[in-house]
């Protein structure tokens, strides 16, 4: 299973950006799919969840400025991102719990792509 990351890149603060993750191979069903971040010097935090009935999950400082939404039939989870803010500068990393079609569990993680806001 790989999930591939996308849409990281340089904004200035008020600016949008849009983020997508397909995931792909050996996959029976995702159960949940979300995004983290981690910018320099702290730990990875969760920023906002989906699971498979659509409910969704967001950190205090993102909501109402970021929405994550997901394509079931691309194995594919969005994260747009408006009203940036040099806080949210981190490096984002999607995650996904699936069945493989072993139908093992387990957790699987992006390669990460950098958001970066600032003038």
């Known amino acids: 299973v790989q999930l591939q990351a996308s849409g990281g890149g340089l904004v200035q603060p008020g600016g949008s950006l849009r983020l997508s993750c397909a995931a792909s191979g050996s996959i029976f069903s995702i159960n949940r799919m979300g995004w983290y971040r981690q910018a320099a010097g702290k730990q990875r935090e969760l920023v906002a969840a989906?699971?498979?009935?659509?409910?969704?999950n967001y950190r205090d400082s993102v909501k109402g400025r970021f929405t994550i939404s997901r394509d079931n039939a691309k194995n594919t989870v969005y994260l747009q991102m408006n009203s940036l803010k040099p806080e949210d500068t981190a490096v984002y990393y999607c995650?996904?719990?699936?069945?493989?079609?072993?139908?093992?569990?387990?957790?699987?993680w992006g390669q990460g792509t950098l958001v970066t806001v600032s003038s």
């Open positions: 995650n996904a719990n699936l069945h493989n079609r072993a139908l093992q569990r387990g957790d699987y």
């Open positions: 989906i699971t498979g009935g659509d409910s969704t």
